[in-house]
């Protein structure tokens, strides 16, 4: 029996990267498994475009580091040059909404060390000059962009893992995997292999390999095509003129991208309703293999093509591939370990394997061999999808997600499908009265309160048609008493003896007394912030933790790992109850049996007869109440305590109103804000790091979290704002709002050069604005309003 320390599960773009990145890191024990040949899945048909322009600095650095490797890297280890054509990639538009976009991704880039330039229409037609100008305002160009040859990229990373020591199994179908003893161990027809991790990077067969591992991965397979035009006379004359290639050009409104190929051009159309493949169970017999052209699905997007570049029409039509391209819910791969199970890892569901394989498998090497991953990965994360992601939910999404695979990608973006799959038991009744709701994670969460039934929010860069109810819910909050459904917490019930030993190794901070509560960090090796609980001693063998409803997965497998050597049950009971928040200077009047309970206290009582855990405590810096209850007795006490709120004035809040109140009490938020890049000493929330912890994360280079006043203009932050001295960007907006309590527009921000305290601004959507450092929280800096309980 052959035995090894990592097993890889296909030879594409991604697979292949991860065991380069091994070997790189050291790990020379690694064989790669695949049924055909290399590349021989989705890889060798790829267009291989590759390119910076991202949304979320992760996703930018995983399609960076691609470039690097095809560009520089990989040609100075093998001599020989990967097929990266640096041809440089622009967007262009016609969309007021679109430019917005390309500002923000811009401004972002100027701080990753990306740069991007803001394109007029002249400069459009000096870089590409077969595009027609009509109706365009402008666009974005991205000059360090281009293509790559995917198969030459991929069997490049191959010879240089082969040589540091890596196996590679070619023609070798994967049969079954099951695991033994702490081990894996994977059936093929040249026998069985035991080993310590197994990555499943199966592309397009993702979903399979995932059911032979116990999984039910979020992965569909979507059909993808592109056309190669013969030889376009103009391309050709540019060639024997001896001029540059042509930038790669995308018009995301008419949703197709062209690039130059030798003399010719190839397109590639987005259909909105795009074919899915094969949900069920890609057939066996598949392989290197295309589907017959389609050319009809997508003749409009075509003829707008031709219209923007006539020379495309010049050219006739030399072959089209037409093939599989797998899509998660939200068009991200899945990059990390996979849930509930030890050492095994997915590599996978990435439609853009080609730019983002490289990165990505330096990212998973890293995890792999450090323990966490090299950046925040909440948007890759393996585990971001829950059971909750059905297969009508995944089908519908793909689908959705390549039809917008051009979509603006507006900050508070919410979209229509998929929808309405995890309901909290208030849903209804909150819809009565006027939540307009939002998707986070599966849950339907109230956004904020509209008295105009069936109105929606605005989609739009700048201040939407939400800013005045958002206005009027805080003023309920702030002066009388505001109720919300908070119930899409994560929450889990840690019960037995060593409790408290548990949370002191889980987290950073002590575990609270009895009946007290606490705020804890779960920590990287490198004392990065992996997870943020808030930890309810509900008695001495009993605490309660809750989290954001984002991590639901993550922290369960936290937990779990961490408990492995005490004698603990933990139950995930995130669906089991819900949560009432009821805050505001008037709570006390309405729930006078707990008015004296102090501040960051909990009591296990009963209110109208129905068993509340009730904590003292208010993200939004109110005093306030969240009152956890099973769901079959949350909408009865909803409405007891609508009743006993009405004669103080009862408003309700939601989501956005609450990320408005918290910036001005400076608090931090878990994925945003607080990631596994930073440690809380960076965040400063050194009061909850134990006093032996704090040397351990002190390091060189360390970034500051500061909370910034902004000054007043027509649009309100939101996050991946540059913040500049002069002309230099220093720091980084995480998350911003408009503090409605203050008056004042606030930002949290990490200042990477942390000696820039002054003459600072913070470029948003290319407006600098100047940006001043506050000392302290501008809203009840004292926390008196938190503290205070008296009833009036
Ligand atoms: C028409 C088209 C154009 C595209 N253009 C681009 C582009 O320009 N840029 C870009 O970034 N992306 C592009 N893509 C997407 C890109 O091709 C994929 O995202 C990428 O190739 C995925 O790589 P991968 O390694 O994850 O999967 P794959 O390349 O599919 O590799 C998975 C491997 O797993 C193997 N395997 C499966 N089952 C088993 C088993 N049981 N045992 C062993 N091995 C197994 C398969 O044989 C295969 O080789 C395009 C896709 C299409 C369809």
Redesign the pocket.
């Known amino acids: 029996m052959t035995k090894v320390q990592v097993v890889i599960?296909?030879?594409?773009?991604?697979?292949?990267?991860l065991m380069y990145h091994l070997i790189k890191s050291g790990w020379s024990d690694v064989l790669l498994?695949?049924?055909?040949?290399?590349?021989?899945?989705?890889?060798?048909?790829?267009?291989?475009?590759?390119t910076h322009f991202a949304h979320n600095p992760t996703i930018q650095e995983l399609r960076a580091t691609s470039v690097r490797l095809y560009r520089d890297i990989l040609p100075q280890e093998t001599g020989r040059d990967c097929g990266f054509h640096r041809s440089g990639a622009m967007r262009i538009t016609r969309n007021p909404d679109r430019m917005d976009e390309f500002r923000h991704v811009s401004g972002l880039s100027d701080f990753t060390g990306y740069p991007l330039e803001i394109l007029t229409p002249e400069r459009i037609a000096e870089l590409h000059p077969l595009a027609k100008l009509e109706g365009l305002i402008g666009g974005i160009y991205e000059p360090d962009d281009g293509?790559v040859d995917?198969t030459l990229a991929t069997q490049a990373m191959a010879g240089v893992a082969r040589a540091g020591g890596a196996q590679i199994w070619r023609n070798?179908?994967?049969?079954s995997i099951r695991q033994e003893a702490g081990h894996w161990l994977i059936e093929?027809p040249k026998g069985t292999v035991t080993t310590v991790h197994v990555v499943n990077?199966?592309?397009?067969?993702?979903w399979?390999?995932g059911h032979?591992m116990g999984l039910n991965i979020p992965s569909v397979p979507v059909?993808?095509?592109?056309l190669v035009t013969d030889t376009v006379e103009v391309v050709a004359d540019r060639i024997a003129q001896g001029l540059p290639e042509l930038p790669i050009i995308r018009d995301p409104e008419e949703s197709w991208?062209v690039r130059q190929e030798r003399d010719g051009l190839i397109l590639?159309p987005y259909e909105k309703d795009a074919k899915v493949w094969s949900v069920d169970g890609?057939p066996p017999e598949f392989?290197?293999d295309l589907m017959p052209p389609d050319l009809d699905s997508v003749e409009h997007i075509i003829a707008a093509a031709m219209d923007r570049i006539p020379a495309l029409g010049t050219g006739g039509v030399k072959s089209v591939?037409?093939?599989?391209?797998?899509f998660t819910p939200d068009a991200n791969?899945l990059i990390g370990p996979a849930h509930g199970l030890r050492n095994a890892w997915l590599?996978?569901?990435?439609?853009?394997?080609?730019?983002?394989?490289g990165g990505a498998g330096w990212f998973l090497a890293y995890w792999m061999t450090h323990g966490a991953p090299p950046m925040d990965a909440l948007a890759v994360d393996s585990r971001r999808f829950g059971a909750w992601a059905d297969r009508d939910y995944r089908v519908a999404k793909a689908i959705e997600c390549f039809g917008r695979q051009f979509g603006v990608h507006y900050p508070h973006e919410e979209r229509a499908v998929g929808r309405d799959l995890r309901l909290s038991p208030l849903h209804d009744l909150m819809t009565e009265r006027g939540a307009v709701m939002g998707a986070a994670y599966g849950w339907e969460r109230p956004n904020w309160f509209t008295d105009a039934p069936g109105v929606k929010a605005d989609e739009t860069f700048r201040r939407a048609n939400w800013f005045e109810p958002v206005a009027r819910e805080v003023e309920a909050a702030s002066t009388r008493v505001a109720m919300a459904d908070l119930s899409v917490f994560s929450k889990f019930d840690v019960m037995g003896s060593q409790v408290s030993a548990f949370l002191e190794v889980v987290g950073a901070n002590h575990a609270p007394k009895p009946e007290r509560i606490g705020l804890t960090h779960a920590l990287t090796h490198d004392g990065g912030v992996l997870s943020e609980f808030t930890v309810t001693r509900l008695a001495k063998d009993h605490a309660y933790l809750t989290s954001a409803a984002a991590s639901e997965e993550i922290d369960f497998d936290l937990l779990n790992r961490s408990a492995e050597r005490f004698n603990l049950s933990i139950r995930n009971v995130s669906e089991e109850l819900a949560v009432i928040g009821v805050m505001g200077p008037r709570s006390p009047d309405v729930l006078p049996e707990l008015a004296d309970m102090p501040w960051l206290t909990a009591q296990q009582t009963e209110l109208a007869g129905i068993p509340v855990r009730a904590l003292r405590l208010s993200y939004i810096g109110e005093c306030g109440w969240e009152l956890h209850v099973a769901k079959e007795h949350a909408v009865p006490l909803f409405t007891w305590l609508e009743q006993a709120a009405k004669p103080h004035g009862l408003g309700y809040f939601g989501a956005y109103a609450a990320n408005s109140m918290r910036l001005e009490k400076g608090y931090r938020g878990w994925g945003s804000d607080l990631t596994t890049e930073r440690s809380p000493l960076e965040t400063g929330m050194h009061p909850f790091v134990r006093e032996e912890l704090r040397p351990k994360l002190a390091r060189e280079n360390l970034w500051e979290m500061v909370l910034l006043e902004i000054e007043a203009g027509e649009i309100d932050p939101f996050y991946s704002h540059g913040l500049w001295q002069g002309g230099r960007p220093v720091g980084i907006v995480t998350s911003g709002a408009f503090g409605h309590r203050t008056g004042k527009v606030l930002a949290l921000a990490y200042l990477r050069d942390t000696t820039a305290r002054e003459d600072l601004t913070v470029s948003i959507l290319g407006q600098h604005r100047e940006a001043v450092i506050l000392p302290r929280p501008p809203y009840d800096p004292e926390n008196k309003r938190l503290k205070s309980g008296t009833r009036t």
């Open positions: 599960i296909g030879g594409g773009a991604m697979g292949v990267s498994v695949e049924k055909n040949d290399l590349t021989h899945g989705s890889t060798w048909h790829a267009a291989g475009l590759c293509h995917p070798c179908p994967v049969q093929t990077a199966a592309g397009t067969w993702g399979e390999i032979m059909l993808h095509q592109y991208y590639g890609v392989g290197a591939i037409n093939g599989p391209i797998t791969p590599l996978t569901g990435s439609s853009m394997g080609v730019m983002e394989g």
